[in-house]
C-alpha cells in the first residue's frame, strides 16, 4: 500500500520533484514543548539520519520527496481506476472511496516515521474520499468530524441493507448528499497506551501516566496553530479546556465498545499451527 515506507515510487514520479524540494515548516520546529517520548523519537530520527552520513535535510529531502512521489503515484492509479470504470460502464453502479488507516509524519516535526503514534495531525487526519453516483455531490468538500469507523454502517445504508448492531460508527450518506448536520461531536483515535480527541478547532491527547511515567498530555487550538508549535496543555489559562477534553474523551469510553485484538504468545516464528 502506498503512500507508505519505503518511499520507492515509479522513477516518474520521483522525478516530478526536485532534489532541494522544501521540507515541510514543522521540520524546523522545536519538539522542547511535546512530551518525552515525542522528543526521545525526534532524537532518535536525528541520529538515525546522521548515522547514514547524511546531513539530516538531505536524508530528510529525500523521505519527503519520495512521499509526494507515492502521493502522486496513488492519484494516477485511482484515475485510471475510474477511467476503467468509465470505460467499461460500471461506473454508474460502483462506490468508490479513497481511505487511509492512518497516517505518516514523513518528516513532519522532523520525524520520519508513524511513531510515536497518535500525536499529530499528520498521524490521524486521514484522506476520505467518495465517488457515489446519484448521492455524492461532485467536487463537494466536507469538513465535518467522521471515523473510519463510519465506513460500514455507510456502505449498508448506501446498498439498501439494515443497520447492524454492535457498530459504533454512524451512517454518514447525508453528508455525502450535501447534508450540514454534524455526524459526531469528537472524533477519537486510540492506542492502548494513549488517545487523541478532535472537537471543534482543538486537539487533545491524553497519556496513560503508568506507561509514560510522568503526567503529560497535549492541547492544541488548530485554528490560531495549525502547525501545533504550542502545546498549551501545561497553561493554566486553558485547564477547563483540559477538563472539557477529558470528560469529552470519558463519555465517548463509555458509550462505546472496547473489542480485544487475540494476540498470540511467544515469537511468531515458534508458535505451533498445527
Known sequence: PRPHAPYT???????M????????ETYYQDP?????????????FQRAW???????????RNIW???LGCVTQVDYCIGRLLDYLDERGLAGDTIVVYNSDHGAYSTAF???????????EAVCRVPMLWRVPGVAVAGRVCDAL???VDLAPTFMSLCGLPAMEGMDGVDISELLRGGTDPAHEVAVTEHRHSKALRWGKWRYVHYQPEDFGV????LYNLEADPHEARNLYGEQAYQEIVEQCEKLLCHWLISTRQYRTAFLVGAWNETNYA
Request: proline content about 10%; hydrophobic content about 25%.
Open 17 to 24: 520533484y526536485a532534489d532541494d524540494i522544501a521540507l515541510p
Open 110 to 120: 522532523g520525524i520520519q516515521e508513524k511513531a510515536p503514534g497518535i500525536c499529530s
Open 146 to 148: 467522521v471515523e473510519n
Open 65 to 67: 520527496r519520495g512521499y
Open 50 to 60: 546522521e548515522g547514514e552520513e547524511w546531513l539530516p535535510e538531505e536524508g530528510a
Open 32 to 44: 522542547s514543548g511535546r512530551p518525552p517520548h515525542f522528543r526521545d523519537m525526534h532524537a532518535r
Open 215 to 218: 503526567d503529560c498530555g497535549e
Open 9 to 15: 515510487p515509479d522513477r516518474k514520479f520521483w522525478d
